[in-house]
């Protein structure tokens, strides 16, 4: 079951798991923020950083919140102050937390750092290759991370936790997209949906599809209707659930997009309707 909370915000429930999506949320215990979030191991979700209001500056917080409980709990201090990032979990009980803007740099810095839930601890890793403000993430198959898009951006950089460093993907992305949204497919590719060309502009309804095998990119369905800072996940089926954004900053959408990978890939949306959408 969906349950549509306003703005982006979508609480997905499947069988006796809850995940929150939200890039625009106002977590239990702190400020309205435009955070990054993350799934742990253990099913909960990590909210990290944004820009905190009515307190007027970048953050550098974490909240921990417990779907079985519905409540936010304080986390661990970040080592950045960082407002439009990306993140996804890493292997191991870890997440990657990359990118975004802060205090001298509102539009993007280079930065990542790497959370340890069993230690409840930051510790930083390699820089990005470029700046990614207003981009996404998507953990990869063999537990590396792809970030893509972002302010001025059409390239996608890889994550690797082995390592701790990011390697730029040559061939560019179709466009640029600032706050696309991104999903793993079942096969292990992952799909990157709308964002906006930036400056304001009106959003994207196109996507395309990231092999990270051939580490290329080829052209995805046009979507619905355009959709910028969308919340994407994965649902039964082989299915890609895309919900909230809207076609420009602050007009969001109460509709739903589901993704479908075979036979061939479509993208119909329905609306939430009154609230909730049973799957």
Same mark, same amino acid.
């Given at each position: 079951?969906?349950?549509?909370?306003?703005?982006?915000?979508?609480?997905?429930?499947?069988?006796?798991?809850?995940?929150?999506?939200?890039?625009?949320?106002? @977590?239990?215990?702190?400020?309205?923020?435009?955070?990054?979030?993350?799934?742990? $191991?253990?099913?909960?979700?990590?909210?990290?950083?944004?820009?905190?209001? *009515?307190?007027?500056?970048?953050?550098?917080?974490?909240?921990?919140?417990?779907?079985?409980?519905?409540?936010?709990? !304080?986390?661990?201090?970040?080592?950045?102050?960082? #407002?439009?990032?990306?993140?996804?979990? !890493? $292997?191991?009980?870890?997440?990657?937390? @990359?990118?975004?803007?802060? $205090?001298?740099?509102?539009?993007?810095?280079?930065?990542?750092?790497?959370?340890?839930?069993?230690?409840?601890?930051?510790?930083?890793?390699?820089?990005?290759?470029?700046?990614?403000?207003?981009? %996404?993430?998507?953990?990869? *198959?063999?537990?590396?991370? !792809?970030?893509?898009?972002?302010?001025?951006?059409?390239? &996608?950089?890889? #994550?690797?936790? &082995?390592?701790?460093?990011?390697?730029?993907?040559?061939? =560019?992305?179709?466009?640029?997209?600032?706050? *696309?949204?991104?999903? =793993?497919?079942?096969?292990?590719?992952?799909?990157? &949906?709308?964002?906006?060309?930036?400056?304001?502009?009106? %959003?994207?309804?196109?996507?395309?599809?990231?092999?990270?095998?051939?580490?290329?990119?080829?052209?995805?369905?046009?979507?619905? &209707?355009?959709?910028?800072?969308?919340?994407? @996940? *994965?649902?039964?089926?082989?299915?890609? !659930?895309?919900?909230?954004?809207?076609?420009?900053?602050?007009?969001?959408?109460?509709?739903?997009?589901?993704?479908?990978?075979?036979?061939?890939?479509?993208?119909?949306?329905?609306?939430?309707?009154?609230?909730?959408?049973?799957?």
């Amino acid at each position: 079951r969906l349950t549509f909370l306003g703005h982006s915000t979508v609480l997905l429930e499947v069988d006796d798991l809850r995940i929150l999506m939200d890039p625009v949320l106002r @977590a239990g215990l702190g400020p309205v923020r435009r955070q990054v979030r993350a799934i742990l $191991p253990d099913g909960r979700v990590m909210v990290a950083g944004g820009y905190g209001y *009515p307190e007027d500056n970048y953050l550098n917080s974490t909240e921990i919140y417990d779907p079985m409980t519905g409540t936010f709990t !304080l986390g661990a201090t970040m080592l950045q102050r960082r #407002y439009g990032g990306a993140a996804a979990p !890493l $292997p191991g009980g870890k997440a990657l937390v @990359a990118g975004g803007g802060g $205090p001298g740099n509102p539009t993007g810095f280079r930065t990542a750092e790497v959370y340890d839930s069993a230690t409840a601890t930051f510790s930083p890793t390699g820089d990005l290759n470029q700046s990614h403000f207003l981009s %996404a993430a998507a953990s990869l *198959p063999d537990g590396r991370v !792809l970030i893509v898009g972002g302010l001025g951006q059409d390239r &996608a950089e890889i #994550y690797d936790p &082995a390592t701790g460093t990011f390697g730029l993907v040559t061939q =560019p992305m179709s466009t640029v997209r600032v706050g *696309p949204a991104a999903s =793993p497919l079942p096969d292990g590719r992952v799909l990157i &949906a709308g964002g906006s060309l930036g400056g304001g502009g009106a %959003a994207l309804s196109s996507t395309e599809i990231f092999d990270p095998e051939t580490e290329t990119f080829s052209a995805g369905p046009t979507l619905p &209707a355009q959709r910028f800072s969308a919340a994407a @996940a *994965p649902v039964s089926g082989g299915r890609t !659930l895309l919900a909230g954004g809207g076609p420009v900053l602050g007009n969001p959408s109460a509709t739903s997009v589901i993704f479908n990978t075979a036979p061939e890939p479509t993208a119909s949306g329905r609306a939430f309707g009154d609230q909730t959408l049973d799957r």
